[in-house]
């Protein structure tokens, strides 16, 4: 029983998968494919938001990192010259040396004052990208530098400027690779004491586990991947303003991924497409499509006290035996 | 021209100081009794200066009353926040935290489209210069630092002295140990939801007299009503005195010799440092 519920999952996963891959032969709008595009990017973030979340810190700032990844690729590859190939992995390794070097102080508070703090942080961290206008531009940076052609044996020449597909591409294949890691790291050893310090810090110091250095290293592995997400986001739309990274987008990465369910794996990527796609639906309504997203989060706030996601596993276990049922519990 | 400046300058931080101290004093009071971060406070700000707005400019009503409706309004805004949106999710911060965020996503938009995102600003409460010295002084300025400090005062006297106040501190030192004393905590979370609306009704009010109004106002003083409450440390209504005129002055004097930008990182230099050293914050006595 076990084993065919696991291969229907990952029969169901690979139909998806290869759906996605198949998408741009249906959707033929360059619009729709950004929306896809910018999907993708949000569910890289929201998870490894999720990652962080992981250890008991939920963070309220971590589009600012996003930032970071974003603004230290673009400025590097516009004013060094390197190719954006380059640059977007450093951009990822900027936004962890941001994370290491602010995570330490912020390791001092916990819970709820952790979310305080790291929201005060994130705004700071804008507030310097704002700062340093010789780099980043008084309004914003443009001229950014696209992805450059690449030449892959058996395809032709991949041009990325002006092109959506090839982004597309891109951007679905650095999603997929950034889950699979996300989610190898959530289910080794290093998860798992991550967990462990989320359910009781003092338990999980009082045997052994190095309790600011997993939450560090947490904060680091997330921002990683926000970083990379950003630095992709930088390469495609090729302009940046400090308001994309500040207090209400990273308000919004929260808001996804509780909306989603921040205790399973998939919670972030259903929240991010829930709530990214719906209100595109509804693009016709103008100044009204907030309202439907807040009337969503009402709805799940009120109906799905875990979260879309968690709320599929609840449904699920109705249908067992009320002795196998399991007891559900957030992450954070 | 240089002690004018000043006298100006610390005018200003006072104003600011008490602003920022009747925003804290509000976030910090649902958050100590209920566990609420309730980033909702941000919007609840902007309604308050939009509806003090709506009846000064638009219905006529004379500004210090409607100053007051403002408040009454969004005081009972407040008890239906609490009964409706906050109480059926007692004790779960994930989602209470989903609710302020979908309040912020209402309100905002709902603001949006009533009013739409012109450049507005509440008549002005007390128009006019002091001069004497060489110093001249904004006399709105200084009526909202009065109001302010009045309304902070109150507040405390309110907590020390009546015995729903005292409730209120028992339930912030220990909320079971509270309950078991037979406090009723939905009562006394009811009450303090009614009083952070009205005080941040009241000082959305008066900043949008004086800078202007728009749906987005309240962001910038929900993070510094956070900052305020991080430096002061939680469960501290003096330290929330403290930190508030520290930042209200930083605030103010720093904008002097650095942009505005570089005066909030540096705010979050000095955080880093206090955390590094004080965990608890400046005044808070446990972490």
Redesign the interface.
């Known amino acids: 029983m076990k084993v065919k519920g696991k291969l229907v999952k990952s029969a169901a996963l690979a139909a998806l998968v290869i759906l996605l891959f198949l998408l741009p032969l249906f959707v033929k709008q360059p619009y729709y494919i950004h929306v896809f595009i910018v999907t993708l990017l949000y569910i890289i973030v929201v998870s490894s938001l999720r990652t962080i979340a992981l250890s008991g810190q939920l963070s309220v700032g971590h589009a600012a990192f996003m930032g970071v990844g974003a603004y230290f690729s673009a400025v590097v590859a516009k004013e060094l010259g390197w190719t954006p190939w380059f640059t977007i992995p450093l951009g990822g390794l900027a936004a962890m040396f941001a994370a290491v070097l602010i995570g330490y102080p912020f390791t001092r508070v916990r819970a709820i004052y952790f979310s305080m703090v790291s929201l005060f942080g994130g705004i700071a961290i804008v507030n310097i990208i704002r700062v340093a206008q010789k780099w980043t531009g008084a309004a914003g940076l443009s001229d950014i530098p696209p992805l450059s052609p690449i030449n892959i044996p058996g395809l032709h020449n991949i041009v990325f400027l002006g092109q959506k597909v090839p982004y597309y591409y891109f951007t679905l294949l650095l999603t997929l690779f950034s889950l699979l890691v996300l989610y190898r790291v959530e289910h080794c050893r290093i998860g798992m004491t991550w967990k462990s310090i989320a359910q009781s810090h003092l338990v999980a110091s009082s045997v052994g586990v190095n309790e600011g250095g997993f939450r560090v290293l947490a904060f680091a592995v997330g921002c990683f991947f926000a970083g990379i997400a950003g630095a992709s986001y930088a390469h495609y739309n090729l302009v940046l303003t400090p308001g994309t990274f500040s207090f209400l987008p990273s308000i919004f990465l929260v808001m996804y991924m509780l909306v989603g369910g921040s205790g399973s794996f998939a919670g972030p990527i259903i929240g991010t497409a829930v709530l990214v796609i719906v209100p595109e639906l509804f693009r016709s309504l103008k100044e009204f499509s907030p309202l439907i997203l807040g009337a969503i989060m009402v709805m799940v706030v009120f109906l799905m006290p875990q979260g879309i996601a968690g709320s599929v596993e609840q449904a699920k276990s109705m249908f067992r035996q009320p002795r196998q049922r399991e007891v559900h519990r957030s992450v954070t | 021209m240089v002690p004018g400046l000043l006298g100006q300058v610390a005018v200003n931080a006072l104003m600011l100081a008490s602003m920022y101290i009747l925003m804290a004093l509000g976030f910090a009071l649902l958050?100590s009794i209920m566990?609420v971060?309730n980033?909702a406070h941000a919007v609840i700000y902007m309604v308050g200066g939009y509806i003090c707005y709506q009846l000064a400019a638009v219905y006529g009503i004379n500004k210090w009353l409607s100053l007051v409706l403002s408040a009454v309004i969004v005081g009972s805004f407040g008890l239906f926040l609490e009964r409706f949106c906050y109480r059926?999710?007692f004790g779960?911060?994930?989602?209470t935290?989903?609710?302020a965020?979908?309040?912020?996503?209402?309100l905002?938009?709902?603001v949006?489209?009533l009013v739409g995102s012109y450049v507005r600003s509440v008549p002005s409460f007390a128009p006019g210069v002091i001069r004497g010295g060489g110093v001249s002084v904004s006399v709105e300025r200084l009526v909202t630092f009065i109001i302010g400090t009045v309304l902070m005062i109150m507040l405390i006297l309110f907590i020390k002295k009546t015995k729903i106040g005292q409730q209120m501190l028992a339930i912030s030192q220990e909320s079971i140990g509270a309950v078991l004393q037979g406090i009723n905590i939905h009562r006394v979370s009811a009450v303090a939801t009614v009083i952070a609306c009205a005080l941040a009704a009241v000082a959305g009010s008066l900043m949008g007299a004086i800078t202007n109004l728009n749906p987005?106002m309240g962001?910038q003083m929900l993070?510094k009503a956070?900052?305020v409450?991080?430096l002061a440390g939680?469960g501290s209504i003096g330290g929330v005195v403290g930190a508030g005129l520290i930042l209200g002055t930083m605030d103010s004097f720093l904008p002097l010799v650095l942009?505005g930008?570089?005066t909030?990182?540096l705010?979050?230099g000095i955080?880093?440092l206090i955390?590094?050293f004080r965990?608890q914050g400046l005044f808070g006595h446990e972490?």
């Open positions: 958050l566990g971060l980033f059926p999710f779960d911060v994930n989602r935290m989903v609710m965020l979908a309040l912020i996503v209402i905002e938009s709902t949006n489209i987005f962001d993070v956070i900052e409450v991080i939680i942009s930008c570089a909030d990182a705010g979050l955080v880093i955390l590094l965990p972490a």
